[in-house]
């Protein structure tokens, strides 16, 4: 593998290759490095994309909601000749910028009980974010209420639970009086698409860095090979 210097920026979460050592490695073909640099940046950021996807499903817990959430990490830039730049992410009005719920892993039972069902439901829903951590018993802290599953009005399942201080909504959806006590419904948080994605990356950049030097190594022997005949 040709001896690229690729170097890493922690505050700005980017990997930089030198492009001069490219140039030199294309020699009478320099001309062709920011086409070359191009097609190694988009390969490689597509290739950190699916890995980086395929990392957090082996970390964390997901249920299909979950795994939905996470696909909001997308490449929101690609390089071009003039600007040699890609760029991964999740915008601030995705669904993946905003924290979880445990609604989104795994839990059980998967389903929520509401209405006349909440007579079977059983006495603690349980909950992990992680795979290889055990399950844990919803059963509440300070004054909140045991965690339990709802359907709310966007078809989300989230999970929830009581918090005896704060009064809830006077009325439902249809208009009607709600029982009481009258609690409000607090989300049971979780790691949002961007902190496990955020987290991920921390472990992955190492690979990255050398999927973009092995990507720029390919394309430059690519270019020599379809030029110097």
């Given at each position: 593998?040709?001896?690229?210097?690729?170097?890493y920026?922690?505050?700005?979460?980017?990997?930089?290759?030198?492009?001069?050592?490219?140039?030199?490695?294309?020699?009478?073909?320099?001309?062709?490095?920011p086409?070359?640099?191009?097609?190694?940046?988009?390969?490689?950021?597509?290739?950190?994309?699916?890995?980086?996807?395929?990392?957090?499903?082996?970390?964390?817990?997901?249920?299909?909601?979950?795994?939905?959430?996470?696909?909001?990490?997308?490449?929101?830039?690609?390089?071009?000749?003039?600007?040699?730049?890609?760029?991964?992410?999740?915008?601030?009005?995705?669904?993946?910028?905003f924290?979880?719920?445990?609604?989104?892993?795994?839990?059980?039972?998967?389903?929520?009980?509401?209405?006349?069902?909440?007579?079977?439901?059983?006495?603690?829903?349980?909950?992990?974010?992680?795979?290889?951590?055990?399950?844990?018993?919803?059963?509440?802290?300070?004054?909140?209420?045991?965690?339990?599953?709802?359907?709310?009005?966007?078809?989300?399942?989230?999970?929830?639970?009581?918090?005896?201080?704060?009064?809830?909504?006077?009325?439902?959806?249809?208009?009607?009086?709600?029982?009481?006590?009258?609690?409000?419904?607090?989300?049971?948080?979780?790691?949002?698409?961007?902190?496990?994605?955020?987290?991920?990356?921390?472990?992955?950049?190492?690979?990255?860095?050398?999927m973009?030097?092995?990507?720029?190594?390919r394309?430059?022997?690519?270019?020599?090979?379809?030029?110097?005949?």
């Amino acid at each position: 593998m040709a001896d690229y210097n690729v170097t890493y920026d922690a505050g700005s979460m980017s990997i930089m290759l030198d492009s001069e050592q490219v140039e030199r490695a294309l020699g009478d073909l320099k001309g062709k490095t920011p086409a070359a640099l191009k097609v190694a940046v988009n390969r490689t950021a597509r290739q950190a994309r699916a890995m980086m996807l395929d990392d957090v499903k082996e970390r964390y817990d997901l249920n299909a909601a979950g795994r939905r959430l996470i696909q909001d990490l997308k490449m929101r830039k690609a390089a071009t000749n003039r600007s040699l730049e890609a760029r991964l992410g999740i915008t601030k009005n995705d669904p993946g910028a905003f924290r979880a719920d445990l609604g989104y892993f795994r839990t059980s039972p998967s389903k929520p009980y509401m209405g006349a069902a909440v007579r079977n439901a059983p006495e603690y829903f349980q909950a992990r974010v992680l795979k290889g951590s055990p399950m844990r018993n919803l059963s509440g802290d300070g004054q909140m209420s045991k965690g339990f599953l709802v359907k709310f009005k966007s078809g989300h399942v989230g999970m929830v639970q009581r918090n005896p201080d704060k009064p809830g909504p006077a009325y439902t959806a249809s208009g009607k009086v709600r029982w009481s006590p009258n609690h409000l419904l607090e989300t049971m948080s979780s790691p949002s698409g961007s902190a496990m994605h955020r987290t991920i990356w921390n472990e992955d950049w190492p690979d990255v860095a050398e999927m973009l030097r092995a990507n720029a190594e390919r394309r430059v022997a690519e270019l020599i090979l379809k030029y110097r005949k």
